[in-house]
């Protein structure tokens, strides 16, 4: 069965840090780039971070660059998003999501979320 929980959520203060961590199982965790999204009250959700297969090639929105940074372990089939310096708007619930585009088909598994308040 395939799952993908996240951790790592919580209420901080502006200027604080959290990392989320996201533990995979189920499926073959290295053939799959993995990334994270955000979803805010009332918006759609929307691209945060992306890390290639083997951690080599990583992409961020520019909203959170040079905040953010994702990483993973595969030994650990874990993905991990430190965050710096979180601002009100960072607010959301944060999504990992696996995707695996070496076959014909593109397959994609998503987390449950986990939340992220950032307030005063």
Same mark, same amino acid.
């Given at each position: 069965q395939v799952q993908l =929980?996240? /951790?790592g959520g919580g209420l901080v203060q502006p200027g604080e840090s959290l990392r989320l961590s996201c533990t995979a199982s189920g499926f073959t965790f290295r053939d799959y780039a993995m990334s994270w999204y955000r979803q805010?009250?009332?918006k759609v959700r929307e691209f945060v971070a992306a890390v290639s297969r083997y951690g080599g090639i990583t992409?961020?929105?520019d /909203?959170? &660059?040079g905040r953010f940074t994702i990483s993973r372990d595969n030994a650990? &089939?874990?993905v991990y998003l430190q965050m710096n310096s979180l601002k009100f708007e960072d607010t959301a619930v944060y999504y990992c999501k696996a995707r695996n585009e070496l076959g014909?088909? =593109?397959i994609d598994y998503w987390g449950q979320g986990t939340q992220v308040t950032v307030s005063s």
């Open positions: =929980v996240e /951790s805010a009250p009332g992409n961020y929105a /909203s959170v &660059k650990k &089939k874990t014909r088909n =593109v």
